[in-house]
């Protein structure tokens, strides 16, 4: 590249700045895309990492430790202090020992695919996923990417299990202690992204069984598990503690790939694995990490002191009785008035909410559509498939706005959608009548 062909570097403030479609900070538009509190939210953080910051700051002014190289696991104290808070939130023993620091569920992936999978491995993902989970293994260019279907309860296990079976007979599998599996499956078992799903328990076991009796390992994207809106005391069980406590195993088949940034901020950048004792050293041992320390160990010593003088419970507790009633309020508009066509479930936790509409129908036509003649966007299914399908399925998120927000923006979704669905129908009879 030229001195004088430097690449265009606007001056943008967050992730969602320039973005015709995701923009959520655009007020001639409400977006209902972005899976992120809005900034009614975050600047509860304010006050609070200010307090952390001065509490951290006195316990280092002996040997500033924050501020050296950190062990490979992360920062002790932090390990310590999510240990307990998980213990209480999930209703179930964490152990320390357990957690592996991260810089939040994306690096996490990406230190799993290159840490413990066979480099030409195959992955396994869901009809619809999490689209920026697909951008990212879609980068392991050497890996095999398989579909497998999914329903309103999760994976269809049985699918899967036929699937893995048949891809495994291709391949010559040379595992190693250092890359021990030869595929995984990427999903999403607790308020799923996007259908807002939860795996049932009957699922949950033979999910397991499936992946031990094939050898594979499973990854959960577990950054919704808190989020949780039901009347039970804990959350639904992460499919982890299936995996160690099922039928005495010593578990080493499933791993849970956890952040901060749904349950408190996503410019925090903090996030971390619950693995097993059989996968515990391969991540401390890893490369990446033994040759930086400890990810982010400032910033895992500020959510230390979070943790430790309970502001993360409190705001945890906001979170969860704020998104609730943002998801009753959509939900509840949505029953009134979504066309009878169409088709939800409702969601018992995390940010989303998924449509399905009848197969002749295109999100992709209707998203701009939308956004420009009554000026409400939402994400069209397909950006969630790895091949582009899902073109009749619309995610709202409920995150960002608030309740009257929502709610008004609904409203409207449900008119554009009325009123999308009777073209089409003029449109069907009329090609099935030439």
Same mark, same amino acid.
């Given at each position: ?82 240990a307990?808070?998980?213990?209480r ?20 992936l ?9 480099p ?5 993902v ?19 990417i #398989?579909? %497998? ?10 699918? *899967?299990? +036929?699937?893995?079976?048949?891809? =495994? /007979? ?27 799903s ?14 031990r ?9 577990d ?26 195993y ?5 791993i ?11 410019? #925090?950048? %903090? ?10 050293? *391969?991540? +401390?041992?890893?490369?990446?990490? =033994? /040759?930086?320390?400890g990810v ?52 018992e ?47 709202l ?33 009329k090609?099935?009548?030439?």
């Amino acid at each position: 590249m030229a001195d004088n062909e430097l690449l265009p570097d606007p001056h943008l403030y967050h992730l969602f700045d320039g973005e015709p479609i995701l923009n959520v900070y655009k007020s001639e538009v409400t977006n209902l895309s972005a899976g992120t509190p809005g900034p009614d939210l975050l600047k509860h953080c304010i006050d609070m990492f200010r307090k952390a910051t001065e509490d951290r700051m006195a316990k280092e002014e002996v040997d500033a430790f924050l501020f050296q190289y950190g062990i490979t696991s992360g920062l002790w104290e932090f390990r310590e202090e999510l240990a307990k808070f998980l213990t209480r939130r999930y209703g179930e023993k964490v152990y320390r020992q357990s957690l592996i620091l991260t810089c939040g569920a994306s690096q996490g992936l990406q230190m799993i695919l290159t840490t413990v999978l066979h480099p030409n491995g195959v992955i396994f993902v869901e009809e619809a996923t999490y689209m920026i989970a697909l951008d990212a293994l879609k980068q392991f260019t050497g890996m095999k990417i #398989v579909t %497998v279907p999914l329903d309103y309860n999760g994976v269809d296990v049985e699918a *899967l299990e +036929r699937i893995a079976k048949n891809e =495994k /007979s291709k391949g010559n599998w040379k595992v190693t202690e250092s890359k021990p599996f030869w595929a995984m499956f990427y999903t999403i078992p607790v308020f799923h992204n996007p259908t807002g799903s939860t795996l049932p328990k009957s699922r949950c076991e033979a999910l397991v069984k499936v992946a031990r009796g094939l050898d594979f390992v499973v990854v959960c994207d577990d950054v919704y598990n808190l989020l949780y809106y039901g009347d039970e005391a804990c959350p639904p069980r992460r499919l982890f503690s299936y995996d160690v406590t099922l039928d005495g195993y010593a578990g080493g088949h499933v791993i849970s790939n956890c952040s901060f940034s749904k349950i408190m901020a996503p410019g #925090v950048r %903090v996030g971390w694995l619950e693995v097993s004792s059989r996968l515990a050293n *391969l991540f +401390r041992s890893s490369g990446f990490l =033994k /040759s930086g320390g400890g990810v982010n160990q400032y910033m895992a010593g500020l959510v230390t002191s979070l943790l430790e003088m309970g502001l993360e419970d409190r705001f945890l507790n906001l979170l969860v009785d704020t998104f609730k009633k943002r998801m009753n309020g959509l939900c509840s508009t949505l029953q009134k008035l979504l066309p009878e066509e169409c088709r939800y479930v409702k969601p018992e936790g995390g940010y989303f909410v998924w449509i399905s509409l009848p197969p002749p129908a295109n999100m992709n036509e209707f998203v701009p559509w939308c956004q420009n003649k009554y000026k409400i966007s939402a994400i069209p299914g397909s950006r969630f498939s790895l091949d582009g399908q899902c073109r009749n399925y619309l995610r709202l998120a409920i995150a960002f706005h608030n309740k009257d927000t929502l709610v008004a923006a609904a409203e409207i979704l449900c008119k554009a959608l009325h009123e999308y669905l009777s073209s089409q129908k003029i449109y069907l009879s009329k090609n099935n009548s030439s």
